[in-house]
């Protein structure tokens, strides 16, 4: 008895061991292939910095999605939220996304699950096991793979339909051509490079192309602090402030780019590295390592998806606003509009709005500065966290129609004046663009509100 159970034991040790060995050796194995399979991704993006290489793409389309019984069943939510019109326009669409990491990955992400009918999706990158904290799609079975590729293979098991073109590559000056060509409707920058990312903001500017650029997503972790804003209100995000600088030096670019960026001030630092250049598929790239919370780009991804949707559909919406007004502030202005109206028309009748009303116009419609100079884009265009509106009024835009929240403009006391003489066409000498760009934040007021 005891012959045999010591028989056992010792079969079943070997058997262990041999398992083990087994184990060991697929792990080894898998390890090895891993590091192969990165080798061979990185010396291809190295080539690929230079030329770009179209890695695949797919599907035809989604021009006629409602005719398709699956794809229209697919978008319902979509088409009952943005309208059948609305919905045809983004599965017209072209966007593309270069930086596929956490940012990048989630917003294209989300862009093909809302219908976008064609993605072009760039990066130079593998993913790598310590981007799993974040990555939109990938698994582990996906490291060492494109980040391109990767994003694709999953996108055709999500819409086989949408025409996914995948390059492996960097953004460079000499890929412009390439990588911007084919007239996109929009352009999503999650590049993490200030070099890389100033270059393409700027081809994007010459271009004429939408593009709305992320800002740093690593060391935060509050969502209620991201907004989105035009570079130029963008000075307490340090990337983007790096940015601004650069387009303006460099580009003589002020304005007229939104960037998705967070209030919040990084909580840790950048961690330096001893080696840079095991880190570095380009060299130079990356010096350091930035501490990432995984929710906070999926959440910087899922911002920038939905701003470019609601464009793409033409719908819009108005983003919180980067500044701080006092209740004086807001206090005086209801004053001084019902002060106005006495003195034009001899009663406060026409009033239709209260102090609410008033913080919505002069803090989300017109951004606590005055409408011409939003709307000629004057160089004295307020920046930073605070507003002073001690040299503004509100005044009708239109005085046949009541002073209600869709009828109302923030102008310099000058400049209302001079409205209020000759109306929308005082202006018209400064530009057509000025009243169009009025009439243009006035019927956002009237969507918002439900007016239309």
Known sequence: MKLNSLFLLCIGGAAGAVAACATLHVMQRRQWNARSRQYDQASHAQESCVKPVVVSNSGTGLHNFQEDEVLAEQFTRNVQFFGQQGQIKIANAFVVVIGLGGVGSHAAHMLLRSGVGKLRLVDFDQVSVSSLNRHAVATRQDVGMSKAQCLKDHFL????????????????????????????????????????????????????????????????????????????????????????????????????????????????????????????????????????????????????????????????????????????????????????????????DGVTVDYDDVVYVVRDVWRGVSAHALGVQEPGLQRGFNRSTAKLVLTRWDASRPAGVDNLVLMTFEQADQHDKGGAAAHQHTSDAYSSYVEQRLELVRTEYGFT
Do not use: W
């Open 157 to 348: 098991k999500i819409l086989p339909e949408a025409e996914v073109e995948a390059i492996n590559a960097m953004y460079t000056e000499a890929a412009e051509a390439q990588l911007l060509g084919g007239k996109p409707d929009y352009i999503l920058d999650a590049i993490d490079n200030i070099d890389t990312k100033v270059a393409l903001l700027a081809a994007c500017h010459r271009r004429g192309i939408p593009v709305l650029s992320s800002a740093g997503a690593g060391s935060r972790a509050d969502p209620t602090r991201l907004r989105i804003a035009d570079i130029a209100e963008c000075s307490s995000d340090k990337l983007s402030r790096s940015v601004r600088y650069r387009l303006r030096r460099e580009h003589d670019i002020t304005r007229g780019i939104q960037v998705v960026l967070s209030l919040e001030k990084p909580r840790v630092k950048l961690l330096q590295i001893d080696n840079p250049s095991d880190y570095q598929i380009v060299p130079g790239f990356r010096v350091g390592i930035v501490p990432v919370l995984g929710t906070m780009p999926s959440i910087f991804g899922m911002a920038a998806a939905s701003h470019i949707l609601c464009q793409l559909a033409e719908q819009p919406f108005n983003p919180e606003p980067i500044m701080e007004i006092t209740v004086p502030q807001y206090e005086t202005q209801m004053s001084r509009l019902l002060e106005r109206e006495e003195t034009k028309f001899g009663n406060t």
